[in-house]
């Protein structure tokens, strides 16, 4: 079985710090870990993802995450952070074979001050 | 342009009524899914689809149904089975297989009045 867990379910920053979101996943075998964004009342969008390339993988809008198989982490990471940047995250592990089931965190919303 | 529409964006259902909320794809996707969306919950997996004719329950499929006579369509019917149905609903698709990522849509934000 596979599962997500989410350490915040908020965090605050101001505009122009440094963003650490934080995710931890189980699986029993090599997993696919992807991070969206979702902003009030829309959909979700992709901002990056981890299919056992490399464990340092960069997304859109200036996000990075990176695989750490040992802490079984995929933290979520910006240098600096925009006012759009606020808005809630996911993070979501599936199986790399087979059908793909994702399964979801239950949620980071960040909060950006100016 | 391909991607994933849902409508209606909002939706209002009086209590025992069932009610369909559509979902149309133009990325020649084999899976879909239906997702739903409650506050500090995240999404869970309502049912999902790897092929057309076919599909499965996800973990909360009570009270729902759906079809898949057509890739391209997934529609999911709110019965008035599910007790409570208020809710924002996503669907999504994707190749279905391996590790390539999901499209969602906009959603649909059902009320029940």
């Known amino acids: 079985a596979q599962s997500v867990t989410q350490l915040d379910s908020h965090v605050s920053v101001s505009e122009g710090t440094p963003v650490l979101l934080r995710c931890n996943y189980s699986?029993?075998?090599?997993?696919?870990l992807f991070w969206y964004v979702q902003h009030p009342n829309k959909g979700l969008q992709l901002l990056l993802k981890?299919?056992?390339?490399?464990?340092l993988v960069k997304g859109i809008n200036g996000f990075e995450a990176e695989f750490k198989k040992s802490e079984t982490s995929f933290h979520l990471t910006k240098p600096s952070a925009h006012m759009s940047d606020a808005a809630e995250y996911f993070c979501?592990?599936?199986?790399?074979?087979?059908?793909?089931?994702?399964?979801f965190g239950t949620g980071t919303r960040l909060l950006v001050s100016p | 342009d391909g991607g994933i529409t849902q409508s209606p964006k909002y939706l209002f259902r009086k209590e025992g009524q069932n009610v369909t909320l559509s979902c149309e794809q133009n990325?020649?996707?084999?899976?879909m899914y239906w997702y739903r969306q409650d506050p500090g919950q995240g999404l869970r997996l309502i049912y999902y689809?790897?092929?057309?004719?076919?599909?499965q329950k996800g973990d909360i499929a009570e009270g729902y149904s759906v079809s898949r006579e057509k890739k391209e369509s997934f529609p999911l019917t709110v019965t008035s089975a599910q007790k409570n149905p208020t809710a924002f609903y996503l669907c999504?698709?994707?190749?279905?297989?391996?590790?390539?990522?999901?499209?969602f849509g906009q959603g649909t934000r059902l009320t029940v009045v």
């Open positions: 699986s029993s075998y090599s997993p696919s």
């Open positions: 979501v592990v599936s199986g790399n074979t087979g059908f793909q089931k994702l399964v």
């Open positions: 689809s790897q092929i057309v004719n076919d599909f």
């Open positions: 981890y299919t056992s390339a490399a464990t």
């Open positions: 990325l020649n996707h084999d899976a």
């Open positions: 999504a698709s994707s190749p279905g297989q391996g590790t390539a990522s999901a499209f």
